[in-house]
């Protein structure tokens, strides 16, 4: 079988054609993640935000090995604490509800001369604490509902520091 060569100048598809040929072959090799699009809107998004938003740390096995709540606590009983940090702070928030009355107190690592201010739904003002000389903060009482906590840094000027919502 002799080798046949085609005649006349050789066709070459276009760029538009090349690329989507090259995509087809990626979507089906490797398809990007579902919540690609919205995760970059996001990101895009908060670097224009007013504020530096704080993360929460994931902390599933804080709790590993540590006994329940004692029996005689009741329903209206009990503690639990969220962690957040930034870029250059990290913030432990500790909830404690006896009875009717939620108490938050917290502290900031490293320590920071920072004011903090406890927003709530429906608050017409918010509830506002100092970090006093070990990072520690308190709001005695608190409201249920969605909250969130923003640290302001009064000497610096820089963005403030917000939690994202939290129930309390």
Same mark, same amino acid.
């Given at each position: 079988? &002799?080798?046949e !060569?085609?005649?006349? #100048? =050789? @066709?070459?598809?276009? *760029?538009?054609? %090349?690329?989507?040929?090259? $995509? +087809? &072959?990626?979507? !089906?090799?490797?398809? #990007? =993640? @579902?919540?690609?699009? *919205?995760?970059? %809107?996001?990101?895009?998004? $908060? +670097?224009?935000l007013?504020?530096?938003?704080?993360?929460? @740390?994931?902390t599933?096995?804080?709790?590993?090995?540590?006994?329940? $709540?004692?029996?005689?606590?009741?329903?209206?009983?009990?503690?639990?604490?969220?962690?957040?940090?930034?870029?250059?702070?990290?913030?432990?928030?500790?909830?404690?509800?006896?009875?009717?009355?939620?108490?938050?107190?917290?502290?900031?690592?490293?320590?920071?001369?920072?004011?903090?201010?406890?927003?709530?739904?429906?608050?017409?003002?918010?509830?506002?604490?100092?970090?006093?000389?070990?990072?520690?903060?308190?709001?005695?009482?608190?409201?249920?509902?969605?909250?969130?906590?923003?640290?302001?840094?009064?000497?610096?000027?820089?963005?403030?520091?917000?939690?994202?919502?939290?129930?309390?």
């Amino acid at each position: 079988m &002799v080798n046949e !060569q085609p005649t006349g #100048p =050789p @066709v070459h598809p276009d *760029d538009t054609t %090349l690329l989507t040929a090259i $995509a +087809e &072959v990626w979507a !089906q090799v490797d398809p #990007p =993640p @579902v919540d690609l699009v *919205d995760g970059v %809107l996001a990101a895009i998004a $908060a +670097e224009d935000l007013e504020f530096e938003l704080l993360t929460l @740390v994931e902390t599933d096995g804080a709790l590993a090995g540590v006994r329940h $709540a004692a029996p005689e606590d009741g329903p209206d009983t009990g503690a639990w604490m969220l962690e957040y940090e930034g870029p250059d702070v990290r913030i432990y928030v500790r909830f404690t509800r006896i009875e009717d009355r939620t108490r938050l107190d917290g502290w900031v690592v490293p320590v920071k001369p920072l004011s903090v201010q406890l927003r709530g739904d429906g608050q017409a003002e918010p509830l506002e604490s100092e970090i006093d000389e070990f990072g520690r903060f308190e709001f005695p009482s608190v409201a249920a509902g969605l909250s969130r906590l923003t640290f302001v840094d009064p000497a610096r000027g820089s963005k403030p520091r917000v939690t994202p919502p939290f129930w309390i």
